[in-house]
């Protein structure tokens, strides 16, 4: 299968270079594709401050997931190829199961430790 990129994410000889965390290859394509000349450009479009990306590029932050929702939305790239581009290959998200437990009855929310 052939993403909107032209990458075919179903084969078995992709080289190491595209295994690995690279968001330089996906800040990279989105310039390409939105035929922009630099980073500051690209800031522009996705409505971010130019240090952002910069930091991107030495990988000193990651890239978040509003900033990939936002390049979905200017570049109309799937989320899925975006990911692919920049070296992400899980299948899944796992959430943490603390997330979703309910309160202990004993904390108060107000934290006044009223007792009845």
Do not use: W
């Not at 980073?39 to 997931?65: C, F, M």
Request: proline share 4%.
């Amino acid at each position: 299968m052939t993403n909107q990129v032209g990458i075919d994410m179903n084969s078995d000889s992709e080289n190491d270079e595209l295994l690995q965390y690279n968001p330089n290859r996906l800040l990279d394509t989105l310039i390409e594709n939105l035929r922009l000349k630099n980073d500051a450009a690209l800031s522009r479009a996705l409505e971010v401050a130019p240090p952002v990306i910069s930091k991107i590029r030495h990988h000193r932050l990651p890239v978040g997931a509003s900033l990939l929702i936002r390049m979905h939305e200017v570049s109309d790239l799937s989320i899925r190829d975006l990911r692919y581009l920049m070296g992400d290959r899980r299948a899944k998200f796992r959430i943490s199961d603390k997330q979703f437990k309910p309160k202990d009855k004993d904390n108060n929310a107000g934290g006044a430790g009223i007792e009845q």
